[in-house]
Structure formats: C-alpha cells, structure tokens
C-alpha cells in the first residue's frame, strides 16, 4: 500500500467572500494549493443539511445537501444570476453565522430558481437526469415544506395530516 497524505479541512473553513466556505474558485485555488504541496487526500466533514446545532453530524437528511455551500459566483457563471447583482458577505471572518449566511443567500437562491424556471428547456436534461437519480427528492422537498411550516416543532409535534403524511400515497 502506498502512504499518502493528506489535510483535514471541513468546507465551511475554506476562506470564501459568501460567509462560509463554499463550491466555489477559492476552494478551488485551495485544493490546487494542498495538491502543489504534495498532498493527495482532501478529507472534509459531511455537507448533508443541518439543524438547529448546525453539526454535520446532526443533519435533517441522509441525502439532501445543504444549499449554504452553493457558491453564488457559480449560478452567475451558469447564467442564472448576473454577477454584477452579487455583493460578497465578508462580515463573518473569525466564525460561521449559519443562520446570516442562509438569509444573505437566500434572495439569490430564489432569483435564480426564476431564471432557471424561465430557461427550463436550457436545463432540462441535466435536471430530469438528476431528478431520476435522486430517488429521495420529492419527500425531502414535501418534508422540508411541512418543517417550515412547523419549525421549530419537532415533526412529532405536527399535526396529524402533515405528521403522518404518506411516503407512498398509492
């Protein structure tokens, strides 16, 4: 077996103009950086999407990632955003604010799921394609509905129609 090496880096510490480390050129720079240094491995901690700890070990899905990685420079480059409208988030350098991070990205998230909506036919593949592979999609969405309906309750707490709501309706 032959040794390696590597870092431990979770993404959220990788510098980044958006207030966390995200998908984006800086992560990219600093991977090119670790492999110019001779290291091959890259280990981070899991993206899933959290809850109210913000623990990546105490995520709301198995599957489900967690959109404040989304690099908002990346959504101008695939045209659903113009990069003029972006302003970075630089305010949070020393920590992480979750909680101010998904209110600064969330306006943008929500500009570019309406020019994706405009542009569909543009996507249309790569998403049916991803919407096939993704067998979990439809109750993650239906399930993070209902918890924003509900939040912060636990879904124990939730009534009945919305608690008991069927995975399978058939």
């Given at each position: 077996?032959k040794k390696?090496a590597?870092?431990?880096c979770?993404?959220f510490?990788?510098?980044a103009?958006q207030g966390i480390?995200?998908l984006?050129?800086k992560?990219?720079?600093?991977?090119?950086?670790v492999a110019?240094?001779?290291?091959s491995i890259?280990?981070?901690l899991?993206l899933?999407?959290t809850?109210?700890?913000?623990?990546?070990?105490?995520?709301l899905?198995?599957?489900?990632?967690?959109p404040?990685?989304?690099n908002?420079?990346?959504l101008?480059?695939?045209?659903?955003?113009?990069?003029?409208?972006i302003?970075?988030?630089?305010?949070?350098?020393d920590y992480v604010?979750?909680d101010e991070?998904?209110q600064?990205?969330?306006?943008y998230?929500r500009?570019a799921f309406r020019?994706f909506?405009?542009?569909?036919e543009e996507?249309?593949?790569?998403f049916e394609?991803?919407e096939?592979?993704?067998?979990?999609l439809?109750?993650w969405?239906?399930?993070?509905l209902f918890k924003?309906?509900?939040?912060p309750?636990?879904?124990?707490?939730?009534e009945e129609?919305?608690?008991?709501?069927?995975l399978?309706?058939?």
């Amino acid at each position: 077996m032959k040794k390696r090496a590597g870092v431990l880096c979770p993404l959220f510490s990788v510098p980044a103009n958006q207030g966390i480390g995200d998908l984006g050129q800086k992560t990219i720079r600093m991977i090119d950086a670790v492999a110019a240094a001779g290291f091959s491995i890259w280990q981070i901690l899991p993206l899933k999407m959290t809850g109210m700890t913000h623990s990546p070990y105490q995520t709301l899905s198995s599957f489900a990632g967690d959109p404040i990685y989304i690099n908002i420079d990346r959504l101008a480059e695939m045209g659903l955003l113009t990069q003029s409208s972006i302003v970075n988030c630089n305010k949070f350098k020393d920590y992480v604010s979750y909680d101010e991070v998904r209110q600064f990205k969330e306006p943008y998230f929500r500009r570019a799921f309406r020019n994706f909506k405009k542009r569909y036919e543009e996507f249309r593949k790569e998403f049916e394609e991803f919407e096939e592979e993704a067998f979990w999609l439809k109750d993650w969405a239906v399930y993070s509905l209902f918890k924003g309906m509900y939040d912060p309750r636990a879904w124990t707490e939730w009534e009945e129609e919305y608690r008991d709501w069927p995975l399978d309706p058939t």
